[in-house]
């Protein structure tokens, strides 16, 4: 896990439109990370 304050890992991820998005492409910019669980299971 990451601590409070630390800077998150690069890692790629798909964007509204299916397209890989770079954490690191965004470095300079106010980004805010939001995880919920997937429909239908316990979280």
Known sequence: ???I???APD???PNQ???PL???D???RVVVLF????AGTYG
């Open 1 to 3: 896990m990451i601590a």
């Open 5 to 7: 304050g630390q800077p």
């Open 11 to 13: 890692f790629t991820l």
């Open 17 to 19: 439109d299916g397209e």
């Open 22 to 24: 770079r954490l690191g």
């Open 26 to 28: 965004l470095r300079g």
């Open 35 to 38: 995880a919920f669980p997937k």
